[in-house]
């Protein structure tokens, strides 16, 4: 997340102001060196993109199941 000030663009996520987010990224440097990184970013989109399907196809699902318990209920 990010917040506008009359400054300029204040970077905050989870509390953590521009100064921590640089330094955490620069450890992340450090520790896995710049060229695992591309691969480590790839893994990280699509765990992301997996978790948010698999909560989709959940919420699709809880949906499907309301509806069909509703309609049982008016027969």
């Known amino acids: 997340m990010s917040i506008w000030t009359d400054g ?3 970077a905050t996520f989870m509390g953590l ?3 921590e987010l640089v330094v955490i990224l620069v450890i992340i440097l450090v ?3 710049g060229a695992s990184l591309p691969k480590l970013s790839r893994s990280l989109g699509s765990s992301i993109k997996e ?3 698999a ?3 959940n919420a699709d699902d809880d949906e499907e199941e309301k509806s069909v318990q509703e309609s049982e209920k008016k027969q």
Do not use: Y
């Open 8 to 10: 300029g663009l204040l």
């Open 17 to 19: 102001g521009t100064g």
């Open 31 to 33: 520790l896995f060196g």
């Open 51 to 53: 978790f948010k399907k």
């Open 55 to 57: 909560v989709k196809d």
